[in-house]
Every structure is written in structure tokens, then in C-alpha cells.
């Protein structure tokens, strides 16, 4: 196996993440643990899964977590600034592990494996967490993206491979999962962006896997390492603490851009098994069906079905999905017959997407657009229609989890708008005939944010510069 550490350690926990719902019990076992100082080099704590329709209760967690964390030396986030990975991922190491309250704490670049309040709690305070090392299973893509495919049905691929191999079944009695418990790795996709490459890392967490690791090229890190290292300026200047942290991870970044090496697997390694996948083979959309993410069809099985409500947001999308969901829309005339909810995973995405004019093309189609954050994915927020049939980019389909008695089918952003649009799952020349003008590996739709080329993030990093505080020692 690639993961080849001893069966039992007590590994380093280089980044630690906390999420809102969770994050007063971790608030707790860290007062337990009498900790006045995190151990963890970077902790960082979210508000995105109560932000947009809070309680009393959140509301009180709000106003009294974040000097809880930064006290302690950790960062934290604000309500609406967005999803905890779209954050926590611009923050990462390459090549170290770390660990978060939240299942979809899935490093796209390093390792990660998600744990209760307690462990979160224990990994930040000591900065290791004890770690039984499984096995790992590879996937491994070959040959080319097809027209219309996204990386999405890359996503869905995985378990309907599975599925035809005889390694997942979908009845629960008896279930076989050859992913549960163990590291999925994957390999074949090495030029991806860093955000494209955690839409197959987050979703291994639908697999039940242990945890996920991609194997990417090192220059998509390097471009997302010069944007990061302005980002995290950009946050102290901006009044986010603890400033050392945030300054002593930038600081990291550039020493490992000096010397750009990335760990690779044996070439010998031995792994529980080797799925193949041919994207060659892969010629028509791939959606989750109702309700069970490992539920995998292809398009052609469930064409015509009609759609209530569509959701496109969530942990799984990027401002490269809104983008594409604006290229399909556009092509209307008039509003959709759908109630399609919007909402992007951080307020960065939100501001470009409204400077871009795609907020503008969402209103003209009629769409609710929500604040950055869980939304509808998390279930304790907004809800579709009672047994509603809707279409979503999130990240699970469990029932009752968007809406009560709802059916909930999982798939890439581009078809939830064309299902938003024409309000059932097209045929695939439907489909195509959206799809035609729209490249799903195109370097101008699916555009990232690089901070490092904006000018006002630009300017925050370099007023950070001038701050005392931040020009201490930062080395770990």
C-alpha cells in the first residue's frame, strides 16, 4: 500500500479544522484539556453550517467561539465568509496530514481523516491524533475527457465502476464497500486545479473511505500556493487572527516553494485492489439516484424524470460551476419552471460571480440565491418541497436530508442547470444540445481565484507587511 506508516501512530497534525455545530463541544474538551495554547500549527474554526438561518443558540456560539480560538492562537472565520474546506484547503501543506469535525475534511493536496469533537479537540491542543493506518485502494483513470463529461461523473465513475465490478452493492443488508474504512487514492488526473482535484476528494467521504489522496503535478500546487500565501495576508490585514499562524503558514508555503518535491508511491507498492477507469468508456452523465450516493446510472436510465427543485452549492462546487450553470442559463429566454437554489461556497465567489455578471443571469432566470455556506446540503438550514423530486450538486442524497420524503438525485452542476431549465433530467441530446458551446475542462469557465492577481488582495498582503504583530518569529 502507499500509505505504508505503522499500523498504530500518534501522527502530527500540521492543520486541524472546526466547524460550527461541533465546534462548541470541541470548545469544551479543549477547556478539559486545559489548553490556553494550540500545539496543531494551524487551527481554524468555521460558522458555515448555521450562518444563514441561525438560532439563538448559534447565535451565541458566533459571538463567543472566535476569541475562543484565537486566543489560543487558532483562526477564525466569520459567519458568511463561507464552506470550512473552501477556506481550510487554501491553508494546507502538501505531503502532511491533518484532521477536522466535519466528514468531508478531505485534504485535496496531503491527507486528512475527519474525527469527532473529541479528537479535534485532542489534535489541536497536543498536535498529534492516534491514527490506525489502513489500506489503501487505487483508482487509477486513463485515456481522455469525453464532450459533456465533467468532473463530477468522474466522481459518480468511482462507485458505478465498483458497482460493475461486484466491489459495492446497494442493498444495505449484506452491503459490500471495498472503499469503507479504507485510503482511496487516486491517479491519472495530474494536472487538475487543486479546487478540481477536491471535488473527488470530498466525495470520498460518501465512499465511506478512511481518506483520499490525489496525485497532482506540482505546478497546479505551485499556482495554488502563490495565490494562498496572498490570501492569508490579505486575512491579517483584514483583522483574522491569529496573525502569527496565519503569517508562519505563508511563510511555510514560500519555504516549500523554494524546493517544490512532492512524495510519490512506490513504484512497487501493494494496494487491497486497482480499479480502472477508462474515460474513453465514459460518454453520458452519471448521477447518484434516490437515496444513496452509491446508487450510480448513467443518464440514459433516468432521462425524462421530472425535477421540482434543483440546488447547485455546496462543499462539491466551485466558482467554476457557477460559471458553467450562467452558460447554460443564458441560453434561456424567460424564467426556468423550477425553483433552483444558488449558493456559492465562499463570499469571494460570491463577489466575483456578482462582478462577472452570472449573479445577474441567476436573477433573470429566477433563481434564490443564499448565502455562502452549507445551505440546503447541511439539512439544518433552508428545505426543498415535502416529496419534491430535485436534482443537487451536493455531496449526499440520504433521505429526508433536503427536504421530508424528497428524491434527491446527485449530479454535476452543468446538468443541474440543464435540469433547472428545462425542469426534468434531459435525454442526452437534450443535454448535448446545452452542452455543445460549453468546454467542461475550459480554462476560462472553470477559472480559478488566483488572490496573488487581485489587486485589493494584493494590497491587504502587503499592508500586512507593516503590522508588528506579524513580524515575529513565525518558524513552526
Not at 440546488?311 to 441560453?331: D, P, W, Y
Amino acid at each position: 500500500m502507499a500509505f505504508a506508516l505503522a499500523p498504530t501512530v500518534n501522527q502530527k497534525m500540521t492543520t486541524v479544522g472546526s466547524q460550527d455545530t461541533t465546534g462548541p463541544m470541541t470548545r469544551d474538551e479543549l477547556k478539559d484539556l486545559a489548553c490556553l495554547g494550540f500545539t496543531a500549527d494551524l487551527v481554524m474554526q468555521s460558522f458555515c453550517h448555521t450562518a444563514a438561518y441561525p438560532k439563538p443558540v448559534d447565535i451565541s456560539t458566533q459571538h463567543t467561539l472566535p476569541d475562543f480560538i484565537r486566543t489560543r492562537g487558532g483562526v477564525s472565520l466569520q459567519p458568511g465568509d463561507g464552506i470550512i474546506h473552501s477556506w481550510l484547503n487554501r491553508m494546507l501543506l502538501p505531503d502532511t496530514v491533518g484532521t477536522g469535525g466535519d466528514s468531508h475534511t478531505r485534504f485535496p493536496i496531503g491527507i486528512s481523516f475527519p474525527a469527532g469533537s473529541g479528537l479535534v479537540a485532542f489534535a489541536a491542543a497536543t498536535g498529534v491524533m492516534p491514527l490506525d493506518m489502513p489500506e489503501s485502494v487505487l483508482v487509477r483513470f486513463t485515456g481522455e475527457m469525453q464532450p459533456g463529461i465533467t468532473l463530477r461523473d468522474l466522481v459518480n465513475a468511482i462507485p458505478y465502476a465498483a458497482i460493475q465490478s461486484g466491489d459495492l452493492t446497494i442493498e444495505k443488508k449484506g452491503k459490500k464497500n471495498i472503499f469503507s474504512g479504507r485510503v482511496l487514492e487516486i491517479e491519472g488526473l495530474p494536472d487538475l486545479k487543486v479546487e478540481q482535484a477536491f471535488e473527488l476528494s470530498d466525495a470520498s467521504a460518501e465512499r465511506s473511505a478512511g481518506g483520499c489522496s490525489i496525485k497532482l503535478n506540482k505546478e497546479p500546487i505551485i499556482e495554488y500556493f502563490k495565490s494562498n500565501i496572498t490570501l492569508l495576508r490579505w486575512m491579517i490585514s483584514e483583522g483574522y487572527g491569529d496573525p502569527r499562524t496565519l503569517e508562519r503558514r505563508a511563510a511555510a508555503m514560500e519555504e516549500w516553494l523554494k524546493n517544490p518535491e512532492l512524495m510519490e508511491a512506490d513504484a512497487d507498492a501493494e494496494y487491497h485492489k486497482i480499479i480502472e477507469i477508462d474515460l474513453n468508456e465514459i460518454k453520458e452523465p452519471l448521477l447518484a439516484c434516490p437515496n444513496d450516493p452509491d446508487d450510480v446510472k448513467p443518464l440514459s436510465e433516468v432521462q425524462g424524470t421530472k425535477i421540482d427543485e434543483v440546488f447547485i452549492g455546496s462543499c462539491m462546487t466551485n466558482i467554476g460551476h457557477f460559471r458553467a450553470a450562467g452558460e447554460v442559463l443564458k441560453q434561456l429566454k424567460g424564467s426556468i419552471p423550477t425553483r433552483l437554489w444558488i449558493s456559492p461556497p465562499t463570499k469571494m465567489d460570491q463577489h466575483q460571480l456578482t462582478e462577472e455578471g452570472i449573479y445577474a443571469i441567476f436573477g433573470s432566470a429566477g433563481a434564490r440565491t443564499e448565502m455562502p455556506g452549507c445551505s440546503l446540503c447541511m439539512g439544518n438550514q433552508a428545505r426543498i418541497a415535502t416529496k419534491s423530486t430535485a436534482i443537487s450538486t451536493s455531496t449526499r442524497n440520504f433521505p429526508n436530508r433536503l427536504g421530508d420524503g424528497a428524491n434527491v438525485y446527485l449530479g454535476s452542476s452543468e446538468l443541474a442547470a440543464v435540469c433547472a431549465a428545462l425542469g426534468k433530467i434531459p435525454n442526452m441530446e437534450e443535454y448535448m444540445g446545452f452542452m455543445d458551446s460549453l468546454d467542461t475542462m475550459s480554462g476560462e469557465i472553470y477559472r480559478y481565484l488566483n488572490f496573488n492577481e487581485i489587486e485589493s488582495f494584493m494590497q491587504g498582503a502587503d499592508k500586512a507587511k507593516t503590522i508588528p504583530a506579524v513580524n515575529v518569529e513565525v518558524s513552526a
